[in-house]
């Protein structure tokens, strides 16, 4: 819809087709209901991919603020939460019938609901072959996303465009995604479903420290979710369970203490927590009779966790998905295609993919608007 409306406002004839029933199923159930549509930190460094320096250019040219002006100019009501992220203060809906609105105003005709049966390129354009027609035109935008949440029409249909056209596709994988625990790590905190804390959680070249929510499966909430698009199936993530603390000084200074160490754990941890993982490290005795080696073993055990993920929830409960069409094939300014002039791929059918707190959707407008402009 970003792309559309952009270039049906630059006099474009635009015929957006949808396979869905529902229009922007994704942008109603994001944030709760309330659209995270935004962050106003919004930077390069906040995106994976293959090239990281590919989405520079889009996002200088398509920044927060232009979003927010058109959330501005339409009305609609937005707060700050952490971190940058800004919500509708009402409802996701806000944002569809804003982008539906656009639309409107560069006259974008739709098909909706309207399957795509095949996609040809002959010297007069694309033919676009559907349920309800054919259509030919001289460019042909792919907006359909990656394969996070099937149930609301997520299909790899941008990555079969691209490799019928001879483009790379990076594999696709879930990411901001809960991960499950391994039988052992289940069968000593599966208990702890609700649980939850602040931590630094770190895995290859990604840290975050944001709180940690324990599952009836394993390990979720947005610290997780964050690390979940740095790990790889066999990794470890190190969780530092006291981030705030110089957790060494403070074991110390209690060691002469005559309490246990998961009693002393609780002042500071949740205590069904603090209790299963002292019992786990078997420190469930007397701070006296730890020795300083003891001590220093403790203090480095809570501030570096080792957990290692079975795997993934998987596409059902992931926020984004990781990799998609190489953006090695693709021009940075206007997302075309470099060996197939007329074809373009935005969005999260792109390998772009940003961390939690709107970047992905910052990622879909900028994109959109580049797209937008070009074709």
């Known amino acids: 819809m970003m792309c559309a409306s952009q270039a049906g406002q630059r006099g474009r004839r635009v015929l957006l087709i949808d396979h869905s029933s529902k229009l922007a199923e994704k942008i109603r159930i994001s944030g709760g209901g309330r659209c995270n549509f935004t962050n106003l930190h919004c930077r390069p460094e906040h995106y994976l991919s293959q090239n990281p320096h590919f989405c520079r250019s889009a996002l200088a ?52 609901p309207c399957e795509v049966l095949a996609v040809t390129r002959e010297e007069d354009g694309f033919h676009v072959a559907t349920g309800q027609g054919r259509h030919l035109a001289p460019a042909l935008v792919i907006a359909t996303g990656g394969l996070t949440v099937p149930k609301i029409g997520a299909s790899p249909f941008a990555y079969r465009i691209a490799e019928q056209f001879g483009l790379k596709v990076i594999p696709p994988r879930p990411a901001l995604v809960p991960l499950s625990f391994a039988p052992e790590t289940l069968a000593q905190f599966g208990d702890l479903s609700g649980v939850s804390l602040e931590v630094e959680v770190s895995c290859r070249n990604g840290r975050f420290r944001e709180h940690l929510l324990f599952t009836h499966r394993g390990l979720s909430g947005p610290a997780i979710l964050q690390i979940s698009s740095y790990w790889h199936p066999g990794d470890f993530i190190s969780i530092n369970l006291l981030p705030s603390l110089d957790v060494r000084s403070w074991l110390m200074g209690a060691h002469a203490n005559r309490t246990r160490f998961d009693n002393l754990l609780c002042e500071v941890l ?57 953006t090695g094939a693709l021009s940075s300014k206007t997302m075309e295609a470099n060996a197939v002039p007329g074809l373009y791929f935005i969005g999260e059918a792109v390998d772009v993919t940003g961390h939690l707190g709107g970047f992905n959707f910052q990622w879909a407008w900028a994109s959109g608007s580049a797209a937008g402009h070009a074709v």
């Open 270 to 326: 949740p205590k069904r927590f603090a209790q299963q993982w002292c019992a786990a490290h078997h420190l469930a005795k007397p701070m006296q009779q730890f020795t300083r080696d003891e001590l220093n073993d403790a203090a480095h055990a809570l501030c570096n966790w080792q957990v290692r993920p079975s795997g993934t929830l998987g596409y059902n409960k992931a926020e984004v998905t990781l990799g998609g069409v190489d």
């Open 61 to 112: 040219r398509f920044t927060p603020r232009h979003f927010i002006t058109l959330v501005e100019r339409h009305g609609i009501a937005y707060h700050e939460k952490t971190l940058g992220q800004l919500f509708c203060d009402d409802s996701a809906q806000q944002i569809i019938t804003m982008l539906k609105e656009e639309c409107a105003l560069g006259q974008v005709a739709w098909r909706m």
